[in-house]
C-alpha cells in the first residue's frame, strides 16, 4: 500500500494544467489566471488629493492668511490653470492637484467667503496629496498566473484596465458512480438499495475546486455498461469512478476498463478512510477510482481530487492546507494508516483551534461529514495523544467544501 | 457619527428574507435553505456489512470451524433465504446482512474452498455491522433552514433522498457607480480619470455572500443621471452605490435621489477606511451608499454589504467572523474611529495565527488590499499595542473574499 504522500506525488507528476480562455472580467472571479496581470497605467495617473478642501502653495498657507479663491478642480475635471502665489483652488478627493499646489488645505481648516479662503490651521507641504503611482505603475506586475482571483483581485485588475482576462478552462472532470444498490435521488430504491450522495456531492466539491462537473448517468455492477460509461468520458480533463473500488468480487471498474486501454498505476494507499483508490490513465484521460462509501469517497476527494483540479486548473502542487490546533480530547493511538478524522472546531480562551474528533468515525455516517468543520490528520503509528497535544487540520470551509 | 455596530443594528434590522425557489440537488450548492431538509428514508435501510467477507451465525464461527457456504449476498441483491446453524452466506461491503446472521466473518480471515468456508478468527456477534439507522433515521432533520449548503450537505441531502430543494433565492443587488473621473476598464480615460474598480469588485463581493449583482451604468456626477439609474434599480432587492457620499460639494447621491423618494436613516460611521456611508430606503428598495475609493468601498462591502446579502437571503445575523490572532508588530494608538487595517498572516510556531498591518494603511491603495489575508480590528480609542498583544481579525479567504 502507498503512502498518502507518494500517492499524491505520482498523481499530481502525472497531470498537465489545461489551455487557457479569454472571460471578461466581470466572470473572472474564482478563475485562475493563465498569464500575469500587468497595469496598463499609473495609479493615481497623477498627484492626487486625498481630501476635499483647498489646493495651495504650503509656503503661502500659514494660519491667519487669506488666499484668494481662483477655481475648482472636482474629480474628473482637472483645473486647467496653475495655482499662483496666494491662491487656492477648491479641490475633491482623487482630482488633480493643479500645477503650483504643493499641499492640501482641508476643508474643515479654511473659511471661505465668496473668493477669499481663510487658512485656519498651518499647511504642510505634501499633506494630503497621493503622488502619482502610489498604488502601482504601468507595467508592474499586479497579479501573477497560477493565481486564483479573489473579489479584490477583480477590483486590481479592473484598477489596472484590463477589460479581460486570460485565464485556465476550468477543467472538465467527469464523475461516474457505479453499482446496482444505488439510485439517483427521488428514483426507485430497489429492495437492499440505497440512494446515490457519492455523485452530486463530488460535483459540488469539483465546482469548488474550481473544475466543471459533469455528472454521467449511474453505472450498474456490470463489465459492458462500466466500459460504456468509459467510453463516454474521453472528452474528460479527469474521470472519478465512485464504486467498485475494493478488494471483493465485485471490484468491476478495473475489470471492466482493462479491454477499454487502461493502465493502472495504483490502487491501494494506507489511509483511513478510503483505503481503495484507483489511479491510472483510460486511453489519454486520467482515471482516478474513489471508494463507494459517502465518507471515504468525500475524503479522498479532499485530499486526492482536490489537488488534482487545483493542478489541471493551473495550480500545480497546491494541497489542501493544514492548520495547527489543539486536541479537546484524548486520542488512542494510530495503526499503519494514516488516519483522516472528522472533526469540530471552537477557539480556546488563549486563542487556538481546539479540534474535537467524532466519537464514531464509521465510513458510512454523512452525517457526521456534513456536521464536520475540519479533518483531523493522525500519521501513520501516531502515538496516543492527550488533551491538548498539538495536531494538524485541514478546515473544510476554508477550502469552500 | 455612528458606530459600526449601531449601524450594523440598524440596517440588519430593515432586512427581510428574500422568497424561496425550488432548485434540483445538482444546483444547490452554496444556496440558502429556506425549509428543513428532513430525511426521506433511514439510513442504513436495514443492517448491512461494512466489510467484504461472510454473513455467519457468530455462534457457529469459532475459530477452526468449516461451514457450509449458502449463497451470496451483493450490496443491492439481498440474499433471499436465512443463514442456518453452520452456513455462511459471502457478503460485501454495503449489503444487507441475512436474516439469521449476526456477525461477519472477515474476507482476509476466511480460507474457502467450494463450499466449504474455514473461520480463520473467531468471528463476535455485531461485529462488522452497520445497524439500520446507524447514519439517520426518517423524518430526522438534516439540515435546518437557513443554512448555506457546503458540498457535504449536498451529499447528506442527497443520501435523504431529495432531488429538489427549498432554497432562498439569491438577492438581487444592484450596483450604481458614481463619478465624472470614472471609465470602465478598456474604456477611454479623460484627462485626470480613473478606471472604475469598485462595481466589479463588488459585484464579485455580492456573489461571494450569495447574491447577484446588477452592475448599472456608470453614473456622471449630475442630479438627472444619479436620479434616472436610481429608477432603474426599483427591482433590485438592494441598491448600493459607490462615490458621491462624501462631505464635499460633489455628493450627490443624495441630493439626485431626494425627489425620488429617498428617506434617509444615516450617513457616516465613526469607523476607518469608510467614514461615509449612507443607508436608507429609495421608495420600497434599501440603498447603501457606499464610499468612492475603492478600499473603503471594499471594506464597508465585507463590514456592512456582506452582512446585508447574508440578511436578505435567509441569514439573519451573521456577522463576518472574528479570529483571534497576535501582532506581529507594534501598533499606535487609535483614534475615536474603528479601524479595519489590511494586514497579512502567518502562524507563530506555537501555532497561533500572527497578524501584520501593511504599514501604508492609504485607502487609495488597492494593491494592499489584493495582497492582504485579514482585516485586522482596531476598536475607537484602543492603546497603542506591543507585538504579541492579542487582536482579532477577519479572515478573508474564509469569506470566499
Known amino acids: 500500500m502507498l503512502s498518502v504522500e507518494e500517492a499524491r506525488t505520482r498523481i499530481l507528476g502525472a497531470l498537465e494544467p489545461v489551455g487557457a480562455e479569454t472571460v471578461a472580467l466581470s466572470e473572472a472571479w474564482g478563475r485562475v489566471l493563465a498569464a500575469p496581470v500587468q497595469a496598463r497605467l ?33 474629480a474628473g475635471h482637472p483645473f486647467p490653470g496653475s495655482v499662483g502665489p496666494g491662491e487656492a483652488v477648491r479641490i475633491f ?103 446515490s450522495s457519492n455523485a452530486h456531492a463530488l460535483a459540488a466539491l469539483v465546482r469548488a475546486a474550481g473544475g466543471v462537473p459533469l455528472v454521467l448517468p449511474i453505472a450498474r455492477d456490470d463489465v459492458d455498461a462500466i466500459a460504456e460509461a468509459g467510453r463516454a468520458a474521453r472528452g474528460c480533463d479527469l474521470l472519478v469512478t465512485t464504486g467498485g473500488a475494493s478488494v471483493g468480487d465485485h471490484d468491476l471498474v478495473q475489470k471492466a476498463l482493462l479491454p477499454e486501454g487502461f493502465k493502472l498505476d495504483f490502487w491501494q494507499i494506507a489511509m483511513r478512510p478510503g483505503k481503495p483508490l484507483i489511479w491510472g490513465r483510460l486511453g489519454e484521460t486520467p482515471l482516478m477510482g474513489l471508494p463507494g462509501n459517502p465518507v471515504s469517497s468525500l475524503v479522498c476527494g479532499i485530499v486526492f ?97
Open 93 to 195: 478627493t482623487g482630482a488633480v492637484v493643479p500645477a503650483g499646489a504643493d499641499g492640501i488645505l482641508l476643508q474643515e481648516d479654511a473659511d471661505a467667503a465668496g473668493q477669499s479662503v481663510l487658512v485656519k490651521e498651518t499647511v504642510r507641504a505634501g499633506r494630503w496629496i497621493r503622488p502619482a503611482g502610489l498604488d502601482f505603475a504601468t507595467d508592474e506586475t499586479l497579479l501573477p498566473a497560477g493565481h486564483r482571483l479573489t473579489v479584490r483581485d477583480i477590483g486590481l485588475a479592473a484598477a489596472g484596465n484590463h477589460p479581460w482576462l486570460s485565464v485556465h478552462r476550468a477543467p472538465r472532470i467527469g464523475i461516474l458512480a457505479t453499482g446496482d444498490e444505488i439510485s439517483l435521488p427521488g428514483e426507485p430504491v430497489g429492495p437492499g438499495g440505497i440512494v
Open 42 to 74: 499609473t495609479q493615481p495617473p497623477a498627484d492626487v488629493s486625498a481630501m476635499d478642501g483647498y489646493a495651495v502653495r504650503a509656503a503661502d498657507a500659514v494660519e491667519g492668511t487669506r488666499l484668494t479663491l481662483a477655481g475648482t478642480a472636482p
Open 305 to 401: 481530487l482536490w489537488p488534482a483540479i487545483a493542478a489541471l486548473g493551473g495550480r500545480p502542487n497546491l494541497l489542501p492546507p493544514l492548520r495547527p490546533a489543539r486536541l479537546a480530547e484524548p486520542l488512542a493511538e494510530n495503526d499503519k494508516r494514516a488516519e483522516y478524522m472528522r472533526a469540530r472546531l471552537s477557539t480556546a480562551d488563549d486563542g487556538m483551534l481546539l479540534a474535537a474528533a467524532f466519537p464514531k468515525q464509521d465510513s458510512s455516517m454523512l452525517k457526521t461529514m456534513a456536521r464536520a468543520d475540519a479533518l483531523l490528520l493522525r500519521a501513520p503509528h501516531a502515538p496516543a495523544l492527550a488533551a491538548g497535544a498539538a495536531v494538524e487540520v485541514i478546515v473544510l470551509s476554508e477550502l469552500g467544501l
